[in-house]
Every structure is written in structure tokens, then in C-alpha cells.
């Protein structure tokens, strides 16, 4: 273990996003730390709806779990979400519980041992190996848990254990962090100026690390900046949302919807909002 401490658990509170039975919490816990979101979802036990999940370059790791008709758990298991390079859609089972904590992509795998690109376009859930030793308080609280209270363990199991692999600024965390920050809307040349490395050694260590070129990434952000952006409002105003979101236009905001989700932003939009007939109520049961 490494004599850097661990960061206070930080609590569930408030969402930054909701749509129908998805919620999900964005963590500011510094650049040596490698999650950076929690998020949850609960299908409906009856009419569960298909999700469409947003390109995106992080994996999660996530405890699903599975119910019968009288309502108990027959199923727990530890899987691995993402990454997508396009949009998927994934369709859960009736009462489907997925609790997840959010990777960085750059960090993923010398913290946890999970490679981004090795799980890009797999299953929309992965069953996955290896991680059991860091989640198992999380695992033990899941067999009859409240979700908000299993997600306050995953996150705590793995902001405890050994971090020493990432407890330092890198070229690939420093560009990570910043595309994050930024949205996707800042350049690569711009991020290798500020590092004071070139390009290609930037590109080089980022593809390393993560399995995909930070113009891949930064793309991914964008896409995913305008869908939530545009989730906040039924009809949404699409030549504000591609400006803030960092496109040329509105025609470049539509191609890379077209290239990244196969249907337009007023098609994705439609689709995402099917979940709101959803009742949101993610954490009223166990």
C-alpha cells in the first residue's frame, strides 16, 4: 500500500443527471484518484425500457443484480460496462438493478487491471474476472441492500484500495483530465503545447493507455455533452446545444451524431426520452 491517504468518503447526494430510472453522480476527488462518476439504474419489473447508452470512453465496474417474480435476488454479479465507440442499446431484464462506479479510462488498468480497450464494443454488460478483491464489502452488502447504500460501498471499496500504481500526474492522466474538463472542446494540439510534448508522443502514451486516440475521446465527450444537454429540455434548442458543446455548427453536431449514435440528435433525443415515462424512483426499493 502506498502512504498516500485514501480521500474522505465522499456521500450520495444530489444527481447532476436523471433520466427515468437512470441517476448518476459526477465525484471531483483529484487526479490521482480513478473513478469519477457513480451511477445507478433500476428497470421497470414489468415493462423494462431499452437503453440507449451514449458512445463514451470509460468502463465501469458494477454490481448487477437480478430478482425473481416474488421479488427476491436469484443473481449478483460483478460485470464491467463499456466502453462504446458508438451507441448501443442495451435491454435489461424486469427489475434489473445496475450499480456502478465510473473508471478513467487512463487510470483503469493500473488500478483495477481492467483495459479499457480490451471491453470497447463488447457486450453492453461484461462479466468480468479479477476485481472481486477489490469490491467485497460492496458484494456482501448487495445480497440484501439498499442501492443507495451498496453504491456508497463500491465507491468506498474502491477508493480504498492500493492506488499506488496512479498516485501521480502523467502525460495520458494530465490530457484525460483535461478533455474532460473542457468537454472534448479543446484541442489536442492545444494539450500537447501545455504539457510541452509533442503531438505524436501525446497520441502515442494516450492510445497506450486507454486503447483509443484523445481525438476519439474528446469526440466521444462532445456527443455526450449535447445529449445530456439537450435531455434537460423537451424541445430542445439544437443550435445552442451544438455551440455549447463545442461544434462548428449544427450540421457538424448532426454528423457526428449520424457517425457516432447512427440516427440524428432529434432521433437520439427522442429515443433518451423514452425513459422519462420511467418514475425515476431508482432508490425506493431494495
Same mark, same amino acid.
Given at each position: 500500500m502506498n502512504d498516500t491517504p485514501a480521500p474522505r468518503d465522499p456521500a450520495i447526494s444530489e444527481p447532476f443527471h436523471k433520466l427515468g430510472d437512470y441517476h448518476a453522480? @459526477?465525484?471531483?476527488? &483529484?487526479?490521482t484518484v480513478p473513478v469519477d462518476m457513480i451511477w445507478v439504474s433500476k428497470a421497470d419489473e414489468t415493462k423494462p425500457f431499452a437503453h440507449l447508452v451514449m458512445? !463514451? &470512453?470509460?468502463?465501469? %465496474?458494477? %454490481?448487477?443484480?437480478?430478482? #425473481?417474480?416474488? &421479488? #427476491?435476488?436469484y443473481e449478483i454479479d460483478l460485470v464491467v460496462c463499456g466502453p462504446f465507440g458508438k451507441a448501443r442499446w442495451y435491454h435489461p431484464q424486469p427489475g434489473e438493478e445496475l450499480i456502478a462506479v465510473r473508471l478513467k479510462p487512463e487510470a483503469s488498468f493500473a488500478s483495477f487491471g481492467i483495459f479499457a480497450g480490451e471491453f470497447l464494443n463488447t457486450d453492453p454488460v461484461a462479466k468480468v474476472t479479477g476485481v472481486e478483491k477489490f469490491c467485497g464489502n460492496a458484494?456482501? #452488502?448487495?445480497?440484501?441492500? /439498499?442501492?443507495? !447504500?451498496? @453504491?456508497?460501498?463500491?465507491?468506498?471499496?474502491?477508493?480504498?484500495?492500493d492506488r499506488e500504481a496512479f498516485n501521480h /500526474?502523467?502525460?495520458?492522466? @494530465?490530457?484525460? &483530465?483535461?478533455?474532460?474538463?473542457a468537454e472534448g472542446r479543446i484541442t489536442i494540439r492545444a494539450i500537447a503545447k501545455h504539457l510541452d510534448i509533442s503531438e505524436r508522443h501525446l497520441r502515442r502514451r494516450f492510445q497506450g493507455a486507454t486503447g483509443m486516440s484523445p481525438k476519439t475521446y474528446a469526440r466521444q465527450l462532445r456527443i455526450a455533452a449535447a445529449a445530456i444537454r439537450a435531455d434537460a429540455a423537451p424541445t430542445p434548442n439544437w443550435a445552442? %446545444? @451544438?455551440?455549447d458543446s463545442g461544434y462548428f455548427d449544427q450540421a457538424h453536431m448532426i454528423a457526428d451524431f449520424r457517425n457516432l449514435c447512427g440516427q440524428t440528435?432529434?432521433?437520439? !433525443? !427522442?429515443?433518451?426520452?423514452a425513459l422519462r415515462t420511467a418514475d425515476g424512483s431508482v432508490f425506493s426499493n431494495t
Open positions: 453522480w @459526477a465525484l471531483e476527488l &483529484g487526479y458512445p !463514451h &470512453g470509460e468502463p465501469s %465496474i458494477a %454490481i448487477r443484480r437480478r430478482r #425473481d417474480r416474488r &421479488g #427476491d435476488f458484494l456482501r #452488502d448487495a445480497e440484501d441492500g /439498499e442501492m443507495r !447504500h451498496v @453504491a456508497q460501498s463500491l465507491l468506498n471499496d474502491l477508493l480504498h484500495c /500526474e502523467t502525460v495520458e492522466s @494530465a490530457t484525460a &483530465g483535461m478533455l474532460r474538463k445552442t %446545444i @451544438a455551440n440528435p432529434v432521433e437520439t !433525443h !427522442h429515443a433518451r426520452s
